[in-house]
């Protein structure tokens, strides 16, 4: 079976700067991958190339078997991509519980012309996407501030209604762009086993971009590296900890 | 059984068509000015929709509509006289398909102007509406078989209550409907949030261009009914001022509120109308308030938790 998402030697130029150079990787269905990396190694450049963001200069990236190359986000979200963003990005303004409901309408038929004569089907299939999206507010226990604006949340809640958000649009490949960041350790710790009970619960891969080792090394199945967009290293945690080139970008080269 | 909001429609419709049956008995001044807010609703609640719930900035709302209204001036003016028939026959025919006609070429000319610039992100819209406004201006004071700069004269007086509120209650209804599913709750995440609506599925362009047509063919509308009202049209009437006085009811009502806007367009055309009889002073009046206003209500009149948006 063909990997989910394949990169083959990607590169994107930003004028005289190469932010990735040459990335192969893939993910297979239902597998949980890490993207780690020094700051600047080129992780989220690589992030909006496989969403759709950036167009790579050169390589090129298939999702579910099928080039990617041309396609817009909101196409590739379609496809089965969903992502959240480092910054947090929620539609602020919107309740929690329009948040998600936006991200469901991917998979409805109806649209401005059924908004306005609101027939019966437009009115049944609304009722249920209510019911869908209070069941997904509800397995993540957002369902008591579904009504409040989504800036309102605290801010482990805000990271939760994003990754919900990206849920509702039904994803085969999951990207989670430093979900931990912000977070002290016992977050982390509820954050590791959130993600650990998505990829279970929704049978989905997921792509993690992430700063903290603990969280990468503790969930992750494989892992790349990289460093100055080159991709150094791929394995198992346990053969990351132990690569010399790994370290090395990590901790700095021995010298004499 | 309809829906709720669209058993709502057709009572405000009977209603308009109840008061307009007994319109005679008011005093034509305050039937004047009724029908004159009327109109502002529906150029307030279309203009909101672009504006207030999109999150993109139009300054060309009174360029749309012109077109509308120099679209069923013409119809009604060429084709009345030629098909004759009886008067009533002419203003429940040929009136409302001249108005529907009038804003679909707005929101044509909205299609010409909306997919190339809302493409972009940022204020281009803003600058290519503003031109959009300027150029159709123009082009009507030079065009000599719509009167050129003397205007359009002899226009049919066939706007009444009933097609003004009942034209009010349609547009309120269309822009509350298409809002209220998901597919139009998209509408309120694009304003927010344009990279994050991408990334949800959302086509962000699509929706942009909808809202911008949506609210241009309303527009379209309320030309045709102010040129039924006023019985005379004038290519000045449609400037920049004009645009900015729609602009205004819809950031005191509060962008992006229902009831707000609609108050706001109420109280605007009745405020302009009072001060009439302060002659010259009446736009110093009227620009002294609306300064007053933006300094202690900058997001808008009449926002308070009453109409705190609900999930409903």
Redesign the interface.
Same mark, same amino acid.
């Given at each position: 079976m063909p990997p989910l998402l394949q990169l083959d030697r990607v590169t994107i130029r930003f004028g005289g700067l190469t932010a990735v150079s040459e990335v192969s990787a893939t993910v297979d269905e239902r597998e949980l991958v890490g993207l780690i990396g020094p700051n600047g190694a080129g992780k989220t450049t690589l992030f909006n190339m496989v969403?759709g !963001?950036y167009q790579p200069t050169a390589g090129s990236i298939a999702f579910d078997g099928l080039p990617t190359e041309g396609l /817009?986000?909101?196409d590739l979200?379609?496809r089965g991509i #969903?992502?959240t @963003?480092q910054n947090i /990005?929620?539609?602020?303004?919107?309740?929690v @519980?329009?948040n998600v409901? !936006?991200? @469901? =309408?991917?998979h409805?038929r =109806? %649209?401005?012309t =059924?908004?306005?004569t609101?027939g019966r089907k @437009?009115?049944t299939e *609304?009722t249920e996407?209510r019911e869908r999206t209070r069941d997904l507010l509800g397995i993540f226990g957002l369902e008591r501030v579904? %009504?409040e604006?989504a800036k309102s949340l605290p801010y482990g809640d805000q990271r939760r209604l994003e990754i919900v958000? #990206?849920l #509702?649009?039904r994803p085969k490949l999951l990207l989670l762009d430093e979900p931990a960041a912000g977070m002290n350790p016992a977050e982390k710790v509820e954050l590791m086993k959130l993600i650990q009970f998505i990829q279970e619960k929704f049978k989905l891969a997921i792509l993690l971009v992430e700063h903290d080792m603990k969280v990468v090394m503790g969930i992750c199945q494989r892992i790349h590296v990289l460093e100055y967009g080159r991709k150094i290293a791929e394995g198992t945690p346990a053969e990351i900890r132990a690569d010399p080139a790994v370290i090395a970008a990590y901790l700095g080269q021995e010298h004499g | 059984m309809?829906?709720r909001?669209?058993l709502w429609l057709l009572a405000a419709l009977a209603l308009a068509g109840v008061v307009s049956a007994f319109s005679g008995r008011l005093d034509s001044y305050v039937l004047d000015v009724a029908m004159g807010v009327g109109i502002n609703i529906v150029l307030a609640v279309s203009l909101n929709l672009i504006n207030g719930f999109t999150g993109q900035f139009s300054l060309g709302h009174a360029g749309f509509m012109a077109v509308g209204a120099y679209t069923s001036a013409m119809l009604t003016t060429t084709l009345g006289t030629k098909l004759g028939g009886s008067p009533a026959l002419l203003q429940w025919v040929l009136f409302p398909a001249s108005l529907l006609l009038g804003g679909l070429l707005a929101a044509l000319a909205g299609l010409a102007v909306g997919a190339p610039s809302l493409r972009l992100k940022g204020d281009y819209l803003a600058i290519v509406t503003l031109g959009f406004g300027e150029i159709i201006k123009v082009v009507l004071q030079n065009v000599d078989a719509v009167g050129g700069a003397r205007g359009l004269i002899g226009v049919p007086a066939y706007t009444d209550l009933f097609w003004t509120f009942g034209a009010a209650a349609v547009t309120v209804y269309?822009v509350w $409907?298409?809002?209220?599913?998901?597919? $139009? /709750? $998209?509408f309120?995440?694009v #304003? %927010? %949030?344009e !990279?994050?609506? *991408?990334?949800? $599925?959302?086509?962000?362009t699509r929706y942009k261009i909808?809202a911008f047509v !949506?609210g241009s063919f309303f527009a379209g509308v309320a030309g045709g009914l102010y040129a039924h009202l006023k019985g005379y049209l004038n290519p000045g009437g449609f400037d920049f001022n004009k645009s900015i006085e729609i602009v205004v009811m819809v950031i005191l009502g509060g962008m992006g509120r229902h009831v707000g806007v609609i108050i706001a367009a109420v109280l605007l055309g009745v405020l302009s109308e009072t001060l009439r009889s302060f002659g010259d002073y009446r736009m110093i009046i009227y620009s002294l308030l609306l300064i007053v206003l933006m300094l202690t209500r900058p997001q808008g009149l009449f926002i308070w938790p009453l109409w705190k948006?609900?999930?409903t």
């Open positions: 969403t !963001v /817009r986000p909101f979200t379609a #969903a992502r @963003f /990005r929620l539609f602020p303004s919107l309740t @519980f329009d409901r !936006v991200a @469901f =309408h991917l409805l =109806h %649209d401005a =059924h908004s306005l609101r @437009f009115q *609304e996407l579904q %009504d604006p958000r #990206a #509702a649009t | 309809p829906p909001s669209q269309a $409907g298409l809002l209220n599913s998901a597919y $139009g /709750r $998209g309120l995440a #304003a %927010d %949030d !990279v994050a609506a *991408e990334a949800m $599925g959302l086509d962000t909808t !949506v948006k609900k999930s």
